[in-house]
């Protein structure tokens, strides 16, 4: 076994104690764990906009990527209607100032749903890797100088979605990763002609950018049901790495060194509705994997560590009635618990992972749904709605208890997307154009 596959051992180790690794950066889109928690205490629940802001930073424009953080670098993308582009953006931590912003092609928007700037950054440390709904993936160091850049639809064709494609790249073991999992044929002018269309899984170097290995992920789902806008989320169960896929009616685990589909469980679609996108990343806790069927069906929970083409008996639970579901926003796994946000229909319910029971479920008051994904730390659980309303949840099988309701954005904001970052003790509230961070 390779000396970086047994640091990750290590790693996958802590990944479920408050002491966990790294555990007051936030690295990627879900955080250290992968799953939408840290660690850490002393984070606020009393605030609002008139109290304790500790700074305030001006976006260039909107965007609905989360922003990821290490030490004092914080990393988000926004369009700049300027300069027509998607711009990632460094801000610092400790004072909100813009440390520097790159553009990193042409072009905001295709629609007026969504920009470009959708995707969440990932970073290392070293390198931040930013990535745009029309295909620019680039890398810089933490002073921004650009290590390199490449279109992955120049590369492998136009993407074939309906709407704005947005997936964010994943780092692991070494490895870039991106998935792009598009329908086999084009729609609305978009998606390649000269040949099939394919979704695939792709690895790559992230000190060049080149690519290891592209993955064909096949599937039996039709037209916008084949489209996903989740992420890859890696996971360590008895002893072996995987990276989770979900999409196009079914759920994939992968061997993280070459992308070979290690098992695959589907359908949620039996009828194989047409217009069945996929948004919600997988989450793993408790040896359990998450896949969230759209439009209001059920969340199935699939027992992880299977092999080849698994069947009715590899679910531990499916979900009844239309509190437990989620269309767009992927559940958290926090403290023994799945926490699954019903954004449209305005429930967030506690669930235990291998029984499926529901521990208690709360309806929010909310103007406008929710397409935010909850966070986890210190007994709490933030999300925020689409108009910019904050919700603080206490935590636990004794939780549920509403400790804030407030807001950050004016009555004109509609399309708030990104998640709230806790690290340091401090939350990071992101709405159309503007980052506040929050302490105590």
């Known amino acids: 076994m390779h000396s970086s596959r047994l640091l990750l051992l290590a790693i996958a180790a802590v990944f479920t104690t408050a002491s966990a690794v790294q555990a007051d950066n936030w690295p990627n889109w879900r955080g250290p764990r992968f799953d939408g928690s840290a660690g850490g205490t002393g984070y606020p629940s009393d605030f609002s906009i008139d109290k304790g802001v500790k700074w305030k930073a001006q976006l260039p424009g909107e965007g609905a990527s989360t922003p990821v953080v290490w030490e004092n670098a914080i990393f988000l993308t926004s369009v700049d209607e300027e300069k027509d582009a998607v711009v990632g953006i460094c801000i610092d931590y400790r004072t909100g100032e813009i440390k520097w912003s790159h553009p990193l092609g042409e072009g905001v928007r295709i629609d007026e749903r969504s920009t470009y700037a959708g995707a969440s950054a990932v970073t290392d440390g070293e390198t931040v890797f930013f990535f745009s709904g029309n295909g620019d993936l680039a890398a810089f160091d933490f002073n921004g100088n650009q290590k390199w850049h490449r279109n992955i639809e120049a590369d492998y064709g136009d993407f074939a979605f309906q709407w704005t494609f947005s997936s964010s790249p994943q780092l692991w073991d070494g490895l870039l990763y991106l998935q792009v999992l598009q329908r086999d044929t084009p729609v609305n002018g978009r998606g390649n002609t000269d040949g099939p269309?394919?979704?695939?899984?792709?690895?790559?170097?992230?000190?060049?950018?080149?690519?290891?290995?592209?993955?064909?992920?096949?599937?039996?789902?039709?037209?916008?049901?084949?489209?996903?806008?989740?992420?890859?989320?890696?996971?360590?169960?008895?002893?072996?790495?995987?990276?989770?896929?979900?999409?196009?009616?079914?759920?994939?685990?992968?061997?993280?060194?070459?992308?070979?589909?290690?098992?695959?469980?589907?359908?949620?679609?039996?009828?194989?509705?047409?217009?069945?996108?996929?948004?919600?990343?997988?989450?793993?806790?408790?040896?359990?994997?998450?896949?969230?069927?759209?439009?209001?069906?059920?969340?199935y929970a699939i027992e992880a560590g299977g092999k080849g083409n698994l069947f009715d008996t590899a679910k531990r639970w499916v979900s009844e009635g239309k509190e437990v579901t989620a269309d767009v926003p992927t559940p958290l796994y926090y403290g023994g618990y799945f926490y699954v946000l019903n954004g449209r229909n305005k429930f967030l319910s506690c669930v235990h992972p291998t029984t499926g029971n529901v521990v208690w479920s709360r309806r929010f008051d909310a103007k406008m749904k929710v397409e935010t994904s909850p966070t986890g730390v210190d007994d709490k659980i933030y999300?925020?709605?689409?108009?910019?309303?904050?919700?603080?949840?206490?935590?636990?099988?004794?939780?549920?208890?509403?400790?804030?309701?407030?807001?950050?954005?004016?009555?004109?904001?509609?399309?708030?997307?990104?998640?709230?970052?806790?690290?340091?003790?401090?939350?990071?509230?992101?709405?159309?154009?503007?980052?506040?961070?929050?302490?105590?």
């Open 197 to 299: 269309i394919q979704s695939f899984l792709l690895a790559m170097d992230p000190e060049t950018g080149k690519t290891k290995w592209q993955h064909i992920r096949a599937a039996d789902a039709v037209q916008e049901s084949l489209e996903a806008f989740s992420t890859p989320i890696p996971m360590m169960h008895d002893g072996r790495p995987e990276l989770v896929i979900a999409g196009a009616d079914c759920l994939t685990g992968h061997d993280p060194a070459t992308g070979a589909e290690l098992w695959r469980w589907g359908t949620y679609n039996h009828e194989q509705i047409s217009h069945w996108r996929l948004v919600p990343s997988p989450v793993y806790g408790q040896g359990t994997i998450l896949v969230c069927a759209p439009k209001g069906a059920p969340i």
């Open 383 to 440: 999300f925020m709605s689409q108009l910019g309303e904050v919700f603080v949840y206490s935590a636990g099988a004794d939780g549920g208890e509403l400790l804030n309701q407030t807001t950050f954005a004016s009555s004109q904001s509609v399309n708030i997307r990104a998640s709230i970052v806790p690290t340091n003790g401090t939350l990071l509230i992101r709405t159309d154009d503007q980052l506040f961070q929050i302490g105590n």
